[in-house]
Nanobody
Framework: QVQLVESGGGAAQPGGSLRLSCVAS????????IGWFRQAPGKEREGVSC????????WYPDSVKGRFTASRDNGKNTVSLQMNNLKPEDTAVYHC?????????????WGRGTQVTVSS
């Protein structure tokens, strides 16, 4: 079965950190750009990373640049998102997804997501 399964979400205080993980099954990640997007209630989907399968270059939006770091481990078929200096506006469901960089970022296939809640 082809799927992406996220884990590692939870609650954090402002300024805290969380690390999300995602494991792929039924296909190998090394052929795909892979990243994360988030969706908060009543808000549009927002891309937060996309790692190139070709050279490992990673795209981030300004809203998370310098705070979030995405990484991939093709040997383990996993992708991670280290989130530091979290802010309340980071609260959302985070999905890992295959992605394309063209006129911004687009996501094609994603998992069910993991909830991240940032509050004091």
């Amino acid at each position: 079965q082809v799927q992406l399964v996220e884990s590692g979400g939870g609650a954090a205080q402002p300024g805290g950190s969380l690390r999300l993980s995602c494991v792929a099954s039924g296909f190998t990640l090394d052929r795909f750009n892979i990243g994360w997007f988030r969706q908060a209630p009543g808000k549009e989907r927002e891309g937060v990373s996309c790692i190139s399968s070709h050279d490992g270059d990673t795209w981030y939006p300004d809203s998370v640049k310098g705070r979030f770091t995405a990484s991939r481990d093709n040997g383990k078929n996993t992708v991670s998102l280290q989130m530091n200096n979290l802010k309340p506006e980071d609260t959302a469901v985070y999905h890992c997804a295959t992605c394309r960089l063209a006129n911004g970022v687009e996501y094609d296939f994603w998992g069910r997501g993991t909830q991240v809640t940032v509050s004091s």
